[in-house]
Every structure is written in C-alpha cells, then in structure tokens.
C-alpha cells in the first residue's frame, strides 16, 4: 500500500512538472519582447483603449508607423476623449513628416481639450509651428499666445510668437 502511493506520488509529481513545463514556454513565448507582449494583451483586451495605445507605443518604438497609427487609430474609435491617443498620433505623423495629418489631429486634440490642461502648451506650440512652417502667420501667433496663457515661462512658445508677428509685420509692410 505504501508502495502505490510513492508510485501516485512521483506520477502526480511528474504530471506538475510537465504542465508548468508547458505553462511556462507559453509565458516565454509572450514575454519575448514588447511587440509579443503588447499583443498578448490586446487580444486579451479587445475592447480596451489601454491594449491599444500600449500596442501603438510598442509598434512606434520599433518603428512600425503604420502598425502604430493603425493602434492609435482604434484606441481613438475606443475611447474618442483620450486625448493622450490624439497627442501621441499627432507626434507619430510628426516623426514621419505627415505634417498634415499632425496639424489635423493636433486641432482634433485642441477642440477636445479643456484649457491650459496638463502640459498643453506643447501642443499649442507644435500646431502653431505648424501653422507657422505653412505660412498662417496669424494661427501661428494665436496658438503661441495660447501656449503662453498655459505657461508663461514657456520659451519656445515666445519665440514663435515673436517670429509669426515680425512675419505678419513684414507681410503688412508688403502690402
């Protein structure tokens, strides 16, 4: 009787083993990397902006715009007031010169934000660049003014803001 059970024992011993064996090359198989991983959520969070903004910071880093745009793009249909999302889009179409497309998303950002939130007159300052680098003089000096409003000290926003007016000074004088 004593015997069985050893041989019961060393069975159920061995049984262990081989399913945290299995479990734990599943596990290594999602902790490869970010990309591996990131996914691994996603599809156990399908409905989740989180998954999809994780994914997209994963897709980015290792540069795979269009994969990442893609995930900012959902996250976005997900959740239409992360304005993290819209923020981290608009610098993704600047990484890849879509200055459009950054300019566009950066507006979406501004309509859907509530003044001078948190660190917002970055954003100010990145539209109102744009603004600047497209000729719309005006635009450019309204948003860095708005920069300033945030954040007074902010000194890119001054220096825009004094180069759209000297612009629009010197477009009066031409006229």
């Not at 893609?70 to 249909?77: F, G, V």
């Amino acid at each position: 009787k004593y015997k069985k059970l050893k041989i019961v024992t060393a069975i159920f011993a061995i049984a262990s083993l081989g399913v945290l064996f299995t479990l734990t090359q599943q596990q290594q198989r999602i902790w490869q990397n970010d990309l591996s991983f990131r996914q691994a959520i996603l599809l156990d969070n399908p409905d989740s902006y989180l998954s999809y903004l994780g994914a997209a910071n994963a897709y980015e880093r290792h540069q795979l715009y269009l994969k990442a745009a893609a995930h900012y793009q959902q996250a976005i249909a997900i959740e239409p007031n992360c304005l993290k999302c819209y923020n981290s889009l608009a610098h993704l179409y600047l990484n890849v010169n879509n200055k459009v497309a950054a300019l566009n998303t950066f507006t979406t950002l501004l309509q859907k934000s509530k003044p001078c939130q948190t660190q917002l007159e970055t954003v100010y300052f990145n539209a109102g660049l744009l603004h600047f680098e497209q000729g719309h003089y005006q635009e450019a000096a309204q948003l860095a003014n708005n920069a300033l409003e945030c954040n007074p000290q902010y000194v890119p926003a001054q220096a825009l803001q004094q180069q759209a007016r000297q612009q629009l000074a010197t477009d009066n004088q031409a006229d």
